[in-house]
């Protein structure tokens, strides 16, 4: 979406960039293998059995495929939960509007952004559909890749390098294409910061474009683009297929920064509370068997099917074992790797989308004036969360606050959650809406 398309930008709120109420507690010590609560945690008398969640081909959808493949929806009660492929996250937004009674979608797997943004009408031409995110589906595990065009500069965290020849191309008349997945969304504030922090402006050394997830390694293969910011398996099977390398995981980007989102829309929540709970323990347990290292050898096989990710075993298994080979660089760290539940994965920080909120500012998809504190506690149902946790036996593994505190870059920069417009201040390239 190009600034152009920004017209429709909503005004909502009042108040400058808000401050959350919030303290830095650090989330509680969690077990190692969580035990998983029998099945005499159901909710009894759910309103319906039937939910349509969507997923994109990710390595971090595989909450829900798991919760579906593995029986926690049917165990919790919901019988006629269906996880239904989407072809983008455009056609997620589209089936999100619709919702199921008009042929579309209930929630499911979204990037974290996604659910303010249609709320707030951002990106649905001016309509406003209120959603809810439940819980976050997983921290780190999303890389940034560039063509072997770049090879011999070997990138990592510091994009100085690509400075000059960026520089360079556009003095000659090139186009240099930068892809990320949707307007707004975590890969595209990702790969914007990152360029950013090297003193390349995003909007105006490089062209960023939209592109499916699993369009993004076709893409690179025929030259319509040079760099692009998705979810693995995609960064790996670039490497795979020896069309690129990742000059970063973005756990060394932000370690254990959010990543996607358990979204609903909350017509569909407040019209189904039981339900809602019987959805949210399903999918907490999917996430506790799916962080388990001794399950990753077989969740890769599961999510790795035509049905789901539909990409090899081979392309998915490294990275979710902590095993990085970028390319360029070769290490292991199962800290940096894609978490579901470890490190409070799960819980919804309200800090952390108080970042992507401030971040979506930064760039002019929302207006300097949004009232982002309200928005949030609007949005972000992280009480529902801590319901189902205390519900499944995991109350050791509830948060002792809604915010994780002062967060660090890999530039060294702070976000402070109690003070969002010093950050947004601080920060020398951005484009704010006038």
Not at 58 to 78: S, W
Not at 130 to 156: E, F, H
Not at 218 to 232: D, R, T, Y
């Amino acid at each position: 979406m190009s600034h152009s398309r920004r017209s429709f930008l909503t005004t909502a709120g009042l108040t400058a960039v808000g401050t959350l109420a919030l303290h830095g507690c650090q989330p509680s010590e969690t077990e190692s293998t969580p035990t998983i609560s029998p099945a005499t945690s159901a909710v009894s008398g759910l309103e319906t059995t039937t939910v349509k969640l969507g997923f994109i081909p990710l390595t971090d959808a595989a909450p829900l495929i798991i919760a579906k493949v593995k029986g926690y929806f049917d165990k919790h009660g919901l019988t006629g939960a269906e996880v239904i492929k989407q072809a983008s996250w455009g056609t997620t937004r589209d089936n999100l509007v619709l919702g199921s009674s008009g042929g579309g979608i209930d929630g499911g797997h979204i990037l974290s952004p996604m659910p303010y943004l249609i709320s707030e009408g951002v990106v649905t031409n001016g309509k406003k559909v209120p959603m809810y995110i439940l819980a976050r589906l997983n921290t780190n595990g999303q890389g940034i890749q560039l063509s072997n065009d770049y090879l011999d500069l070997k990138v990592d965290l510091d994009a100085t390098p690509l400075k000059e020849i960026l520089k360079r191309k556009k003095s000659e008349g090139k186009e240099v294409k930068v892809a990320m997945t949707f307007p707004g969304g975590t890969h595209d504030l990702w790969i914007r910061y990152w360029l950013a922090a090297a003193g390349i402006d995003p909007n105006q050394d490089v062209s960023t474009i939209v592109v499916p997830p699993p369009q993004m390694v076709a893409n690179v293969k025929v030259g319509n683009m040079e760099s692009f910011c998705v979810g693995e398996p995609w960064p790996l099977q670039t490497l795979n297929q020896k069309i690129g390398y990742s000059a970063i995981t973005t756990g060394e980007f932000w370690k254990n920064h959010p990543e996607k989102a358990l979204g609903l829309r909350s017509d569909w929540v407040d019209k189904h509370p039981k339900a809602t709970q019987a959805l949210l323990q399903a999918v907490l347990e999917a996430q506790i068997w799916c962080d388990q290292d001794e399950n990753k050898q077989e969740m890769c096989e599961i999510i790795s099917q035509p049905e789901w990710v539909k990409a090899p075993v081979a392309d998915i298994i490294d990275r979710s074992m902590g095993k990085f080979n970028l390319g360029v660089r070769q290490f292991e760290s199962q800290d940096l790797m894609q978490k579901y539940w470890r490190d409070a994965a799960s819980y919804p920080f309200k800090s952390h989308d108080l970042w992507f909120l401030t971040e979506n500012i930064r760039w002019g998809y929302l207006p300097p004036n949004t009232d982002t504190k309200a928005l949030v506690n609007r949005v972000n149902r992280e009480d529902l969360w801590r319901a189902a946790a205390k519900t499944i036996g995991q109350e050791a593994a509830i948060p002792k606050s809604p915010s994780r505190g002062i967060e660090t870059f890999f530039d060294q920069v702070q976000f402070d959650p109690e003070n969002p417009q010093k950050y947004l201040d601080s920060l020398k390239i951005k484009s704010l809406k006038s």
